[in-house]
């Protein structure tokens, strides 16, 4: 289990790796996203995408997927107040394989509440030729190892 103690600025920290079919990207955008481009083929070869790409709030699902399954689930994670910015960089298509990592920039201990801290971070995902498809900042509440 990582305790806030186990972090430190500038740790860069590997969450995995994953690719995206046409069928998930069109799912997904049809219950949630339904623009044209996420769920048409015909309609999005005519957009300035040149054809189906996965909606930003897919992205970021995958991109929660890949954090909880390569941190979160081994971690004292208590949550998360919420993200600082989402930037949705480039298109997201199917076949991609997108890979995420987190950098911590600050490791704060809670002031106020001795068995708690905050993590800040940088999060990224990137596509298989190393383009950076999605960047958010993060703020994560875990535990302390000595409070837990």
Same mark, same amino acid.
């Given at each position: 289990? @990582?305790? @806030?103690? !186990?972090?430190?600025?500038? $740790?860069?920290?590997?969450?995995?790796?994953?690719?995206?079919?046409?069928?998930?990207?069109?799912?997904?955008?049809?219950? +949630?996203?339904? $623009?044209?481009?996420?769920?048409?083929?015909?309609?999005?070869?005519?957009?300035? +995408?040149? /054809?189906?790409?996965?909606?930003?709030?897919?992205? =970021?699902?995958?991109?929660?997927?890949?954090?909880? !399954?390569?941190?979160?689930?081994?971690?004292?994670?208590?949550?998360?107040?919420? =993200?600082?910015? =989402?930037?949705?960089?480039?298109?997201?298509?199917?076949?991609?394989? @997108?890979?995420?990592?987190?950098?911590?920039?600050? =490791?704060?201990?809670?002031?106020?509440?001795?068995?708690?801290?905050?993590?800040?971070?940088? +999060?990224?995902?990137?596509? $298989?030729? /190393?383009?950076?498809? @999605?960047?958010?900042?993060?703020? /994560?509440?875990?535990?302390?190892?000595?409070?837990?």
């Amino acid at each position: 289990m @990582l305790y @806030l103690e !186990d972090f430190e600025p500038d $740790q860069v920290i590997e969450l995995g790796s994953r690719s995206v079919t046409k069928e998930e990207i069109i799912a997904f955008a049809e219950q +949630y996203d339904p $623009q044209p481009f996420h769920t048409d083929e015909a309609a999005a070869v005519e957009t300035i +995408y040149g /054809g189906i790409i996965a909606s930003g709030w897919h992205t =970021v699902c995958l991109f929660m997927r890949l954090l909880v !399954d390569g941190l979160l689930s081994d971690a004292a994670s208590m949550g998360s107040p919420g =993200v600082d910015e =989402v930037r949705w960089l480039k298109p997201v298509r199917p076949g991609d394989v @997108l890979t995420a990592r987190g950098v911590i920039h600050e =490791v704060i201990p809670s002031r106020s509440k001795p068995d708690r801290g905050v993590l800040r971070t940088t +999060y990224e995902m990137f596509n $298989q030729d /190393g383009e950076r498809v @999605l960047s958010m900042k993060g703020v /994560g509440m875990f535990r302390r190892r000595n409070n837990a």
